[in-house]
């Protein structure tokens, strides 16, 4: 199974692709797609063409996006709310659910603690996908988001094949 995380923002999507296979986990490819100008409908359809280039080489089964919550400045929060509905729309265009997780269950999951910062983040993610070359924040934030998910499904999986 190939899973691809999704880490959303305007200014920079993360993005990393895990294959899994059984408890192994391999890593396939990450990035970060940026826009920094332009008007806000020009950097929306760039962070959708730019997915979907992305999302049609590594053709992942599966696909999870880190949930936003609500800061203080709402206009931020909104556009960041549109660009994960971007991160969205790839992955539902080509018939894939997307799996949705509070930045607090990500960190559990990867570092075992639900307030890790960025550098522990980082740190777990190099350990559990040896030799990965990470192109930044976002994008092991995206490969986190990955392992997340990779997690969950083989959790379901186990309790499905139980009951």
Not at 58 to 78: I, K, M, S
């Amino acid at each position: 199974m190939r899973v691809m995380g999704l880490d959303p923002g305007l200014r920079a999507l993360g993005w990393g692709v895990v294959e899994v296979s059984g408890s192994r986990l391999t890593h396939v490819g990450n990035g970060v797609i940026r826009t920094t100008t332009g008007a806000l409908g020009a950097r929306l359809a760039s962070l959708f063409q730019e997915l979907t280039t992305v999302w049609e080489t590594y053709r992942p089964d599966e696909a999870a996006v880190e949930q936003t919550f609500v800061n203080r400045d709402g206009a931020g929060t909104l556009k960041l709310g549109q660009a994960r509905g971007i991160a969205m729309l790839v992955p539902a265009r080509a018939g894939i659910d997307v799996g949705e997780y509070a930045p607090n269950a990500v960190k559990k999951a990867v570092v075992g603690v639900g307030h890790a910062d960025k550098k522990q983040i980082d740190h777990m993610v190099r350990m559990q996908l040896p030799g990965v070359e990470i192109a930044g924040p976002d994008a092991a934030d995206a490969l986190a988001i990955a392992i997340c998910h990779a997690h969950m499904v083989q959790t379901r999986t186990i309790i499905e094949v139980r009951a």
